[in-house]
């Protein structure tokens, strides 16, 4: 009798405490419906946000369950990691979900030897775009030469859509020139999740180099996953 309460008490704690493992992560979790009005809301302070509710209700109800539970998941935190490692666009498909992140170089021509930069990293699951981090820098060039001769303005923009991971702007570096030939600027942002075992910070580094014949990329963070602040290789527009 004795061996046999033991064993009861033994699996009463094993589920005691994997039930508490498993709510850590989902405590949480949103309804389909619950994120549905969520990105309504959304869309008063983003436009952007319209955008994924359409992308969202595009797929089938299954699939926006399964959507849902993901993002709250710590597969979720562990896929970003692996996507944005690579340049261009990164497909993986984890548990059958699939998950996309996109790497861009955009550029706008504002005058005679002046131009805009944009480098951004966009990230989406089942096709429906959840976050994008972007970095531009607005300068002069030499119009022979192509060389940035004077950075004019340099700004930072920070689209999320998924309630369980909260970003937040923390700041930027004042754009320059470097070696007397591109523009420079840096935009920093912060990430937080709750994840099984605790909630889990980083900070994310979006950097772009301008120059009138070809444009430069990088993405640098603290997540376990990545190699480390100041250890990310600048990425080509080719």
């Known amino acids: 009798m004795k061996k046999v309460l033991s064993l009861m008490f033994s699996l009463f704690l094993v589920f ?4 508490s493992v ?9 309804t389909v419906e619950e994120y549905i009005s969520y990105l309504k809301d959304k869309t008063l302070e983003d436009p952007k946000a319209q955008e994924t509710l359409n992308q969202f209700l595009t797929l089938t109800k ?3 369950v399964k959507f849902v539970e ?6 979720f935190y562990e896929s970003i990691a692996y996507s944005t490692k690579a340049n261009g666009t990164v497909k993986k498909v984890v548990n059958g979900i699939p998950v996309e ?4 170089l955009a550029t706008i021509i504002t005058g005679e030897g002046n131009k805009t930069v944009t480098g951004s990293y966009i990230l989406s699951v089942f ?26 303005d340099q700004f930072g923009s920070l689209s999320n859509f998924n309630p369980a991971l909260v970003w937040s702007h ?12 591109w523009a420079w600027a840096r935009q920093s942002f912060e990430s937080r999740i709750n994840l099984a075992n605790g909630t889990q910070v980083d ?29 990310a290789t600048w990425e080509p527009n080719w």
Do not use: C
Request: no cysteine; aromatic share 10%; hydrophobic share 30%.
């Open 203 to 231: 900070t994310w580094h979006v950097y772009v180099l301008g120059h009138d014949w070809d444009n430069w990329k990088k993405l640098e963070s603290t997540h376990p996953n990545f190699d480390g602040v100041g250890e």
């Open 62 to 64: 299954e699939d926006q």
């Open 70 to 75: 993901f993002l709250f998941s710590d597969e």
């Open 22 to 30: 498993s709510s850590a992560a989902s405590e949480d979790l949103m």
């Open 170 to 181: 923390v700041g930027d570096a004042a754009g320059r020139i470097e070696d007397n030939r």
């Open 127 to 152: 096709g429906v775009q959840t976050t994008t981090l972007s970095v531009s820098v607005q300068f002069n060039y030499d119009t022979s030469t192509g060389d940035a001769t004077r950075v004019l």
């Open 16 to 19: 005691s405490l994997f039930s």
């Open 101 to 104: 992140t996109k790497s861009d």
